[in-house]
């Protein structure tokens, strides 16, 4: 809408010079140019903010204060928790912005979450992670299942000596690595933020 206004006001800018004969020429050219000047300027900051905003992935991730019954201890955002979730899966799992949250401590629960763009994309790197975990024999993680609660869009999986809970919502992709009883649940808490499926 920016750029038709913007173009519209040259536009009547151009039929203003031409049909004000009573208007000095100068004043005409001079007021003409204080305007380019001015929305110049205009536009160059607008281009600026939104180049700024649109490249930075500090997207705004929320997590709860409290899951289960432990506390919110800590959250790691930006480059460190991108370079940790790429260094567990030994690969750039995502270009998105990626947050961790600690619950507790001794043992900590741990609440990876991962923003993308695109909500297919999200589902995209799910069914793959799932796909992957149930493919690794030897792997870190076993009884994979799907939680028939939530008509199987949540996965559970045991290792580690925790219980996994994966699953996508909307444009999030989220792991709860939690020590604490939830059965064949996510937390109530998380839910809140994060609806299943």
Request: glycine fraction near 8%.
């Amino acid at each position: 809408m920016l750029c038709g206004d913007f173009i519209l006001f040259w536009v009547d800018t151009i039929a203003d010079i031409e049909t004000q004969p009573e208007i000095p020429v100068g004043m005409k050219i001079n007021d003409f140019k204080n305007r380019c000047q001015i929305y110049g300027a205009i536009l160059i900051g607008t281009i600026f903010i939104a180049l700024f905003l649109g490249c930075s992935s500090s997207t705004n991730i929320s997590t709860p204060a409290i899951i289960g019954e432990k506390n919110r201890f800590r959250v790691i955002s930006g480059d460190q928790a991108a370079r940790t979730v790429n260094k567990l899966h030994g690969s750039i799992v995502s270009a998105g912005a990626n947050v961790i949250a600690e619950y507790g401590q001794d043992p900590k629960d741990l609440l990876y979450i991962t923003h993308y763009q695109d909500h297919r994309e999200a589902q995209k790197s799910f069914d793959l992670m799932i796909k992957k975990i149930a493919a690794a024999k030897n792997g870190p993680f076993y009884y994979l299942m799907p939680v028939t609660k939530y008509d199987e869009k949540v996965y559970m999986a045991l290792g580690i000596g925790a219980v996994h809970y994966i699953y996508r919502s909307g444009h999030y992709l989220l792991w709860l690595q939690s020590y604490q009883s939830f059965g064949i649940t996510l937390p109530p808490q998380l839910l809140e933020y994060y609806p299943a499926g």
